[in-house]
């Protein structure tokens, strides 16, 4: 209980090369992120990643599923949306860390593998990082040159995801959910934000906002997450047994690389959740006026001063709100109710926040090391000092894309991770080993054994199945549709004792595909 | 990469603090400002051999299709 859930976060990358085709046009973004997954798969051996030729199994995807009750017509929904339909052309792979890696649009897309805390979300998300620098090492030993960004803005219009995935008790109404989450998500970027230079979707005018997306959030709730995108996005496609579980599909925030804003955006969600959850009278009411208007007052204003208007006529700033939900949250902690037992990830979470607001309010620049645009800011306004560069001075702007680069070499908050400047939360070797292995207390565990031991026999898998050849070559589809079955404690004595796919199937309930 | 050989001598050099070492959480905001400035100076001093020379061209390549 308390912060600690099913969760998982998903990354689409920006990506660049200067390769070009025989007619000496630039290769499109979705030949170079298939050469990426191809490369990682390729790179990794046959034991640390599915063979990009096997597949995704949609059998369990409903992308167009409304959470508030109905399903969109497919002839109303934009082709970017529907992403349940196989692309023969488009690069697929699960990893043996539990995580797909593959194209998604005109990106590679890491999706971590289900954890069950903040700080292993950290830990398979900093993963991911690694992923994509290991294909960019394999494409350069061909002599193919690809560049990453863990970043979610082109600063010309362009916006692509970082979506966070809470599992919720299907029994909350989601109207109370998402009422009660919105003024939370508006001001969560004052701790979680990456920092963007330029402001408006196509950096119109020059300046420093904290958020890379606010600019993009169109909406307060909607199902789109491609345009029009909203603050809480109701795709209803819980990659678990649907009537106990509700998958939360959180679009709003920033891809980080500090360990901390990391932990924080992640962390502060899940307790915040966790009080929706268990104290319903007990989350805040801070309902806002134009929450839409909101995200950008907030993100607009790195000196914290701004306010928002309340709907009944409050004016806080992102800090007071956040404080309002940290004080909530810990309020429930001192209830002692059994959800609220603080154990070593909740004591970590909440007292991060609680410093991390504590300083926001004497000086930002204080936390330099934890939070993302803090880092950033930082050092982009000494470059100012020194240089007298103004915002709209495009050394800026490619100070803040380089800040992204996944590459050691050039990434800027690599740079400062190495030199101590951003906070690390855990050993570089916990993050590589991280990049092969699954987190153990999830189903994650069993999609990623099934890579590693009978990764010759797989041919597809999903979040809730994976599906193999038994020997008589046919195709069975073992279905996980509970997150935290098919553990390691769970089920590593059975995979023991098969060191064949063949009798693993004889054993394990499967369906014929 | 020459910029990184700079990068790892220079840190020699200066001893500075070890960075696997976790920061300690946020001190005293006092007197910090210089120090903050100064640590800031020697990395921007190292940046500035990897960042990209033509900062125009840069941004203006960097076009992306969007995503989710």
Not at chain 1, 72 to 96: C, F, G, I, K
Not at chain 1, 159 to 175: C, D, K
Request: charged fraction near 25%; charge should be negative.
């Amino acid at each position: 209980m308390s912060v600690r859930r099913v969760m998982g976060i998903e990354t689409e990358l920006g990506i660049t090369s200067t390769q070009v085709d025989a007619r000496g046009e630039l290769l499109t973004p979705m030949l170079l992120s298939g050469q990426v997954v191809r490369a990682y798969a390729a790179g990794a051996g046959p034991r640390a990643a599915m063979p990009t030729g096997s597949g995704w199994d949609y059998a369990d995807e409903t992308p167009l599923r409304d959470a508030r009750g109905y399903e969109m017509a497919r002839a109303l929904a934009d082709v970017s949306q529907l992403t349940d339909v196989e692309d023969p052309t488009v690069a697929n792979s699960v990893l043996s860390n539990g995580a797909r890696f593959y194209v998604d649009h005109a990106h590679p897309e890491y999706s971590s593998p289900e954890v069950t805390s903040p700080r292993e979300a950290v830990r398979y998300d900093r993963a991911g990082e690694l992923v994509g620098l290991a294909a960019l090492r394999t494409l350069a030993q061909e002599g193919r040159e690809v560049r990453l960004y863990k970043n979610n803005v082109d600063g010309k219009g362009a916006s692509y995801g970082t979506h966070e995935n809470y599992l919720v008790p299907r029994s909350i109404p989601f109207e109370r959910l998402a009422r009660q989450l919105i003024p939370f998500l508006v001001a969560r970027p004052v701790i979680a934000g990456a920092g963007r230079v330029g402001l408006g979707q196509v950096s119109e005018r020059p300046g420093f906002q904290l958020s890379q997306r606010a600019d993009y959030l169109e909406a307060e709730v909607g199902l789109e997450t491609t345009l029009r995108r909203p603050i809480v996005n109701t795709r209803d496609e819980p990659h678990a047994t649907p009537h106990v579980h509700r998958r939360l599909h959180v679009i709003v925030g920033d891809a980080t690389m500090a360990d901390v804003t990391t932990l924080l955006a992640v962390g502060s969600l899940s307790a915040v959740l966790r009080l929706v959850e268990t104290h319903p009278d007990g989350v805040p009411d801070v309902a806002l006026a134009d929450p839409v208007q909101a995200v950008r007052q907030v993100s607009h204003d790195p000196t914290l001063r701004a306010t928002v208007e309340t709907v009944d006529g409050r004016r806080l700033t992102g800090v007071d709100v956040l404080e309002t939900y940290l004080e909530a949250v810990e309020r429930a902690v001192a209830s002692g109710h059994d959800a609220w037992r603080p154990d070593d990830d909740t004591t970590e979470v909440l007292t991060r926040w609680r410093q991390v607001l504590d300083a926001l309010r004497r000086d930002p620049a204080e936390c330099a090391g934890q939070v993302e645009w803090v880092a950033k800011l930082s050092l982009l306004e000494r470059y100012r000092e020194r240089s007298g560069a103004g915002w709209g001075d495009p050394r800026l702007a490619a100070m803040d894309i380089q800040w992204h680069d996944l590459d050691p070499q050039r990434g800027l908050a690599q740079k400062l991770r190495a030199a101590g400047r951003l906070e690390r939360l855990m050993p570089e070797g916990a993050v590589a080993a991280a990049v092969t292995e699954p987190p153990e207390d999830t189903r994650a565990w069993f999609r990623g054994e099934c890579v590693r031991r009978y990764g010759d026999d797989v041919r597809a898998a999903s979040w809730d199945s994976v599906v193999m050849l038994d020997e008589r070559g046919r195709l069975r589809r073992v279905q996980v549709p509970e997150p935290t079955a098919a553990t390691r404690e769970r089920i590593s004595g059975l995979l023991e004792r098969h060191t064949r796919t063949a009798t693993l199937l004889t054993e394990l309930a499967s369906e014929d595909v | 990469m020459a910029g990184s050989q700079q990068y790892r001598s220079r840190r020699r050099d200066d001893d500075a603090p070890e960075p696997e070492a976790p920061t300690p959480p946020p001190a005293a905001p006092q007197a910090q400002g210089a120090e903050r400035d100064e640590a800031l100076d020697s990395l921007l001093d190292e940046i500035d051999g990897v960042l990209e020379t033509n900062a125009t061209d840069f941004v203006h390549g960097f076009v992306q299709k969007g995503g989710q």
